[in-house]
C-alpha cells in the first residue's frame, strides 16, 4: 500500500474549499516521506481544467466521479472507498470542516480503518503516518498511529496551509461509481449557498467584535453593534446564535463559518469552545468579556475581563467614542 | 416508529480532566454525568411522539461502557426514554473510534430501530464521528449537526448548517441522525419521573448476546493506538481582570486597547 488521498470539496461549481486545497498541499509534503502518489477525489460538476489545477497545490493525480453529486456524505464514502481499494491507497486525509468529518467517518467503518479527528499536524515515521491531536479542550496533544492501513485522518479547521507550489496540472482520472442502496437514500433538498449577497465581509476587518449566546437574545446584540461601530469594526458571531437565528450565517465564526485574523477580536459572552477557537485564535489581540470565569477564552485571550458584558459593553462604547472625540 | 437513542456517560463539566499516562486513556474516574448533547438527542424523540407526526411505540436509551455507565441510562430514561439497554463487557475497554462504533452498531441492529437519535459530539472526546459510523455499519442513510427536523409521510426533513450555509435534506427511514444542540431545549425531569426511572425496564448485553466479534472491539481489536501524550506549546497567559468598579475596569480595557494602537 502507498499514497495519500484526499477529498476536495467544492460549492457545487468547481470553485474549491480552502480546507481541503489544504489537506491537497498536506498530502503531497507528506508522500514526499512516505513515498507514493498525492491524489485527489472531486465528485460532481468539476471541468477538466478545475480538477488539472489542484495540480498547482499538489495532486499528481484526481479521480473525477461525475456521477456523484456534492455535498452529502455517503456517496463520496463510495467513491472514495473504491479508490482506496482499488489503487492499495495508504491514507485519506481531509481538511477542517463538516463533510470532512462525516465522509471520514464513514470511511471508517466501510474499510475497517483507524481514524484521528480535530488533527493538528501530521508526521511521517518511515513510511507511516502519526496524527497529533489536541484532547481535552487543547490541555494535552496526543500522537496518535494506525495499526493497519488504511488509515483516516480528519484534519481540524486551518491546519494545513494550501500552497501554490506552482505545480503542473495534475491527471485527471474519470471513474463510474455504484453507489450503495443506503447512500441513495438522502436526497439534497436545497443546498446552502455562502450567504455573502449585500452583507459584509467579516473576513476583511480589522475589528471584530465576537458575540455568542451571553447577551442572552437577539435583542440585545445592538449593544454589540454599538461598540463594533465605535472600534470602526464589525459584529461576528459564535455558531450558538446564527443557529438561533439573531444573525446571519455570513457573520458566523468557527468550524462551519468564516476563519479571521483581525487585529483585534473582542469577545463578549463567548465561551470560546474549539469549534469558535479555530476561526479566530490567530487574530492579533483577543479580549474576551465574560461571567463565567472557567469559560475556555480565558485560557487563551490576551486581556480577559470576568464580568457581566451589559454593564461594561455601554460604559466601554462611550469611553471609547470620548476617547476618540477628544 | 421505534427510536432508539444513543446515550453516553461522561465526566462531569466541571471536573478537571486527565489522561491516564500508564493506559494513555481518559481517567473516568470522578463525577459523571449524561452527556449534555445527547439530551438534545432525546428530546428530539419526546417531540416527535408528543407532536403526533408519527406514531412512536418504544423510545429506548442505549450505551456502552463500564457499570456506572447505568446511571446515564437512568437519566435518560427521566426525560422520556421507556427502557434501556446497556452494552458492557470488559472485552470493551479500550475500544477506538471504529471499534466503538461497529460495537454500537450491533446491539442496535439487535433493536431494529426506524431512527436512531444521538447528540452531536461528546462532552469529553470532542468528536462528531461515531454517528456517522454506525450508520454505514447499519447500512442506514445519515446526516450529523441536524438543527432542525420534521417528520412527514414516513420521511425525515432535516436542516444542518455545512460549509456552505444551510442545507435542506431529505431522509428516508430508517436513518441515523445526530442533532446539534440547537435543535431544542432539554426538559428538565420531573422528581416523579426521577424517582421512577430506576424501575424501567434496563437490560445488560454483553458482547456474545448481540454477536460483537471478540477481534474488532476493545484495545486489541482497535486501528489506532495512542503512542505519546505531550503538552501543548506555552502560551503566555493572558491579562485577567475581575469587574469589581466597572468604571475602573472601563478605563483599564480602554488604556490596554490604546497601548496596542487599536483605538
Not at chain 1, 463533510?99 to 467503518?109: M, S
Amino acid at each position: 500500500m502507498a499514497g495519500i488521498l484526499t477529498y476536495a470539496l467544492h460549492d457545487g461549481e468547481g470553485n474549491f474549499n480552502q480546507n481541503s486545497l489544504g489537506a491537497v498541499s498536506e498530502a503531497a509534503k507528506l508522500v514526499g516521506d512516505i513515498g507514493g502518489e498525492a491524489a485527489a477525489l472531486v465528485v460532481g460538476d468539476v471541468d477538466d481544467a478545475q480538477a488539472a489545477s489542484l495540480g498547482a497545490h499538489g495532486a499528481a493525480k484526481v479521480y473525477r466521479a461525475k456521477g456523484v453529486e456534492e455535498g452529502l456524505a455517503q456517496p463520496i464514502v463510495d467513491a472514495m472507498a473504491k479508490v482506496i481499494s482499488e489503487n492499495d491507497i495508504s491514507y485519506a486525509l481531509f481538511g477542517g470542516g463538516l463533510l470532512g468529518f462525516e465522509i471520514g467517518a464513514g470511511l471508517t467503518a466501510r474499510l475497517g480503518a483507524g481514524v484521528t479527528m480535530e488533527v493538528t499536524a501530521v508526521k511521517a515515521d518511515g513510511d507511516k503516518l502519526v496524527a497529533e491531536r489536541p484532547v481535552l479542550q487543547d490541555s494535552a496533544i496526543v500522537d496518535v498511529g494506525y495499526v493497519s492501513e488504511p488509515g483516516v485522518i480528519i484534519g481540524r479547521l486551518n491546519a494545513f496551509d494550501a500552497n501554490d507550489g506552482g505545480g503542473g496540472d495534475a491527471e485527471v482520472v474519470d471513474i463510474e461509481v455504484e453507489l450503495s442502496d443506503f447512500s441513495t437514500k438522502a436526497k439534497m433538498v436545497t443546498r446552502g449557498e455562502s450567504g455573502d449577497e449585500g452583507g459584509v465581509d467579516i473576513a476583511d476587518a480589522d475589528v471584530l467584535v465576537g458575540s455568542g449566546r451571553g447577551f442572552g437574545g437577539e435583542e440585545n446584540l445592538s449593544v454589540a453593534r454599538d461598540l463594533a461601530s465605535a472600534l470602526g469594526g464589525e459584529v461576528a458571531a459564535t455558531r450558538a446564535i446564527v443557529d438561533a437565528g439573531w444573525i446571519p450565517y455570513a457573520t458566523q465564526i468557527g468550524q462551519t463559518g468564516k476563519t479571521v485574523a483581525p487585529k483585534l477580536y473582542l469577545a463578549a459572552g463567548v465561551s470560546g469552545a474549539i469549534q469558535h477557537k479555530v476561526g479566530m485564535q490567530n487574530s492579533e489581540n483577543i479580549v474576551a468579556i465574560n461571567k463565567d470565569q472557567n469559560a475556555p477564552i480565558f485560557e487563551y485571550c490576551d486581556l480577559g475581563i470576568v464580568g457581566d458584558l451589559h454593564k461594561i459593553m455601554p460604559k466601554l462604547t462611550e469611553a471609547i467614542k470620548a476617547k476618540k472625540g477628544g | 416508529m421505534k427510536i432508539c437513542c444513543l446515550v453516553k456517560e461522561v465526566p462531569d463539566a466541571a471536573v478537571q480532566k486527565r489522561i491516564d499516562p500508564d493506559t494513555k486513556r481518559l481517567d473516568r474516574s470522578g463525577e459523571r454525568n449524561l452527556n449534555p448533547f445527547d439530551t438534545h438527542g432525546i428530546e428530539a424523540a419526546m417531540q416527535i411522539r408528543e407532536g403526533g407526526a408519527a406514531e412512536v411505540e418504544e423510545i429506548v436509551a442505549v450505551t456502552m461502557g463500564p457499570d456506572t455507565a447505568a446511571r446515564a441510562l437512568h437519566k435518560a430514561v427521566a426525560l422520556g426514554a421507556d427502557r434501556s439497554v446497556h452494552l458492557s463487557d470488559d472485552a470493551l475497554s479500550g475500544s477506538d473510534v471504529c471499534a466503538t462504533g461497529y460495537a454500537l452498531a450491533k446491539v442496535l441492529e439487535s433493536e431494529s430501530p426506524d431512527l436512531v437519535l444521538l447528540g452531536q459530539q461528546s462532552d469529553d472526546g470532542e468528536c462528531y464521528t461515531i454517528g456517522a459510523v454506525v450508520a454505514d455499519h447499519l447500512k442506514m442513510p445519515s446526516l450529523t449537526q441536524v438543527i432542525k427536523m420534521d417528520v412527514t409521510d414516513g420521511k425525515l426533513r432535516c436542516e444542518r448548517q455545512a460549509e456552505y450555509g444551510y442545507d435542506t435534506v431529505e431522509i428516508e427511514l430508517p436513518a441515523v441522525i445526530s442533532v446539534g444542540d440547537a435543535i431544542n431545549e432539554p426538559r428538565y425531569p420531573s422528581l416523579k419521573a426521577i424517582m421512577g426511572a430506576k424501575k424501567k425496564p434496563l437490560d445488560t448485553k454483553a458482547t456474545g448476546d448481540v454477536g460483537i466479534e471478540g477481534d474488532r472491539v476493545g484495545e486489541s481489536g482497535s486501528q489506532t493506538a495512542v503512542l505519546a501524550i505531550n503538552p501543548p506549546p506555552e502560551k503566555e497567559a493572558g491579562e485577567i481582570i475581575e469587574d469589581e468598579d466597572t468604571n475602573e475596569t472601563v478605563e483599564k480595557i480602554v488604556a490596554w486597547l490604546d497601548e496596542r494602537k487599536l483605538i
